[in-house]
């Protein structure tokens, strides 16, 4: 089992509606989670970090961690064609000799 | 603030011959350092990372080597590059394990 697993996608979603990315993982994972978001041919951005349960709103975004469920989502709220990318979800795991584990990304894509 | 600059953008190599990639970092110190490689269409493979001068740990057995001369460079090395090394090579800074990660813009390897 993969320690952070993401929907590959694609989805699609119409401009001004709410994008839901779904990320969960394994309970060998630690407790911060970040999500990033990659344009096509760039490197990944950081877009949000949560660190404890429930919301975390920034702008259009919002990032909700349910550690009982062991996910962490991210909401993204009047979509626009600007963010259409691929989003990564990631988690630090316990113990100081690991290191930052990705999700292998959701593609979203806005249609206009 | 920190900077993160990576060079070249683009590099395009002959089969068998050597590969150097450069990473530094402005406005930390002691930062933990990262290479991955993202194939075209997939996730981040995490290469190598370094939590300080001179100390490496590979995560995958490669080809590349890497080396950390100076507490803010991070440099990517392989002595014969292979059809196989194609690909996105992303330099990453954090001030921690438990924190986010932060990319450099990438290089993009082609190997004719």
């Known amino acids: 089992q993969k320690e952070v697993e993401q929907n590959s996608g694609p989805l699609s979603v119409p401009e001004g509606a709410i994008a839901s990315l779904n990320c969960t993982y394994s309970?060998?994972?630690?407790?911060?989670f970040f999500w990033y978001r990659q344009y096509s041919g760039k490197s990944p951005e950081l877009i949000m970090s949560?660190?404890?349960?429930g919301d975390k709103e920034d702008g259009r975004f919002t990032a909700q961690l349910n550690k009982a469920s062991q996910y962490v989502s991210l909401l993204i709220r009047d979509s626009q064609p600007s963010d259409s990318a691929t989003y990564l979800c990631?988690?630090?795991?316990?113990?100081?000799?690991?290191?930052?584990?990705f999700g292998s990304g959701t593609q979203l894509t806005v249609l206009p | 603030s920190q900077t993160i600059h990576q060079w070249p953008a683009t590099l395009v190599q002959p089969v068998g011959s050597p590969l150097s990639l450069e990473c530094t970092v402005e406005g930390t110190s002691n930062p933990n350092l990262y290479w991955y490689r993202q194939a075209a269409g997939r996730g981040l493979q995490l290469l190598f990372y370094?939590?300080?001068?001179?100390?490496i740990s590979s995560e995958v057995p490669q080809n590349l080597s890497a080396s950390r001369p100076q507490d803010r460079q991070f440099i990517l090395s392989s002595k014969k590059l292979l059809l196989s090394d194609s690909g996105f090579y992303l330099c990453a800074w954090s001030t921690a394990n438990d924190q986010p990660q932060h990319f450099g813009d990438g290089t993009r390897l082609s190997i004719l």
């Open positions: 309970d060998r994972v630690s407790q911060s």
């Open positions: 370094s939590v300080g001068i001179g100390q």
């Open positions: 949560i660190y404890s349960n």
């Open positions: 990631a988690a630090t795991p316990s113990g100081s000799a690991r290191q930052l584990t």
